[in-house]
């Protein structure tokens, strides 16, 4: 796919891919060998009938592509983007065997642009009204999953977003140069179009409780989709010093409250000459190629294994280094060291090399005895992960938790509370997008049996339900 050049791109925070042509699409769908019997639908987790969609690229039927991405996936413009294709529907594909596997990423963005750009977006149709109201709490992927699924089916869905726009981690935590705004904003009105409305503001737990929208507001089911945001920190000397920022904060600030372009909007953020970024994941890349754009002179990304055991994506690490980032790799902070007015101004660290696999199947980063070193530094970005979002379950205690703090539900997503079910990063820990709205399928398909008795394939494979007796 074609790409600004990294000289330029550095410069901007406009979108990288330039997106494939209608003739490239077509081709790249020729490849496709229509498996009867696809795994690449299997590695998809929300189940996207990918050799269906691929032909219909290849006839250059583009809209009718699209729409048939969205019989399972209500985010195809997101997905193509920013899912892990390369380790889940690609790397299931037949011809990576030999040859590079069909880019079933870049075909689905293709289609959803195609379709949205073309102003040719189609509303499909839509079961009677149940009189069934379902609340949604968080506007992520896994809770506008949730939403599109069940006002297809007929449900009065209210969206209950604590920030002042839609997506959750969309658009707080994900880039613009790597997810345009505008796209997710597209995705929602969509939803909206469907029936979906969306209560910005409203943080449930503090302003609402889920007793109160179950019992006085009078829904009839309530889906928790509100992610891990909760920021963790690495627990060493330092970390409360002028300069360093979790990666939530500095994502946050910059994507959702426009800190790049300061001052037309009023959200400052310290943009940092010599900055170092903590972690190996997307977020941890989305960290440093942030700071970048923000005017950084020097970027180096600090992280405690080896290169090919970074959980980022391959084109994201790739990209990074296009761009000049500086991996500091088999090395972690041990103390961020402050000046007199208490910034940051350099961050110790320690060599690591790699033991035996750990529960994770890597191998284990072990320190080094008296390997250390300093890197000078006036900004730290701590991009380690996230916790589970503790509002919540603090505020119902029906809600039962597990020691990290994610909501615990049986395998499709009901929780120890009656009518109440979860999804997404909340019950599984920090994960993918696509994941997320794989957990909302199914969830939305449990909620569908329990109030209205209708069963499905998909459900009875997962786990097996009571009788409509029972």
């Known amino acids: 796919m074609n790409e600004q050049p990294p000289a330029i791109r550095v410069k901007n925070f406009e979108e990288v891919p330039f997106g494939l042509t209608p003739e490239q699409a077509r081709l790249e769908a020729s490849r496709c060998l229509q498996c009867k019997r696809p795994k690449c639908v299997e590695g998809c987790p929300v189940q996207v009938q990918i050799p269906d969609f691929i032909a219909l690229i290849a006839e250059g039927k583009f809209v009718e592509a699209a729409c048939k991405i969205k019989e399972t996936n209500v985010l195809p413009a997101v997905c193509g983007r920013v899912c892990p294709q390369e380790t889940q529907c690609e790397a299931t594909c037949i011809l990576g065997r030999r040859h590079e596997p069909v880019a079933i990423g870049y075909l689905e963005r293709f289609c959803a642009d195609f379709e949205r750009l073309g102003g040719h977006v189609e509303l499909p149709k839509k079961a ?25 089916l007929g449900y009065q869905v209210t969206i209950f977003e604590a920030f002042h726009k839609g997506g959750g981690v969309l658009v707080y935590g994900i880039p613009e140069f790597r997810l345009p705004k505008e796209i997710v904003e597209k995705e929602i009105h969509y939803l909206e179009r469907l029936g979906v409305e969306i209560k910005y503001n409203h943080v449930i737990g503090k302003c609402k ?21 909760l920021p963790r920190f690495m627990n060493i000397p330092g970390e409360n010093l002028n300069g360093v920022y979790s ?22 953020v310290i943009k940092g000459s010599k900055v170092i970024v903590v972690g190996g994941g997307n977020v941890a890349m989305d960290c440093a190629r942030t700071a970048l754009r923000l005017g ?26 296009e761009e000049g980032i500086i991996f500091k790799l088999l090395a972690n902070p041990v103390k961020i060291i402050g000046d007199e007015q208490g910034n940051v101004c350099r961050v110790k660290c320690q060599n690591y090399t ?9 191998r284990r980063p072990i320190p080094i005895e008296n390997s250390f070193f300093e890197l000078e530094a006036d900004l730290v970005i701590i ?13 119902t205690k029906e809600i039962k938790t597990n020691k990290w703090g994610n909501i615990i539900t049986d ?19 920090a994960a993918t997008v696509i994941s997320a709205m794989g957990g909302g399928r199914l969830a939305a398909k449990a909620i569908h049996f329990d109030l209205m008795g209708v069963s499905d394939p998909m459900i009875t494979t997962a786990c097996q339900l009571p009788k409509e007796d029972e």
């Open 209 to 229: 409780t889920i007793n109160e929208l179950l019992t006085r507001d009078g829904f009839d089911a309530l889906f928790i989709g509100v992610g891990a945001g």
């Open 296 to 321: 950084a002179n020097k970027v180096t990304l600090v992280y405690r294994r080896a290169r090919e055991q970074m959980p980022a994506r391959a084109e994201e690490v790739h990209h990074a280094e």
């Open 354 to 362: 790699l033991g035996e696999p750990d529960a994770s199947g890597r």
């Open 247 to 268: 990666a939530n904060e500095y994502l946050t600030r910059s994507n959702l409250m426009k800190a790049y372009l300061f001052p037309d909007y009023n959200t400052p």
């Open 383 to 395: 991009a380690i992960g996230n916790n589970a979002n503790p509002l919540i379950p603090q505020s």
């Open 411 to 429: 395998p499709i997503g009901r929780t120890s509370m009656k009518r109440v079910y979860a999804a997404g990063d909340i019950v599984t820990g």
């Open 128 to 152: 009677k009204p149940n009189g069934k109201k379902v609340a949604i709490v968080g506007s992520g992927p896994s809770g506008l999953t949730v939403a599109g699924d069940l006002a297809l």
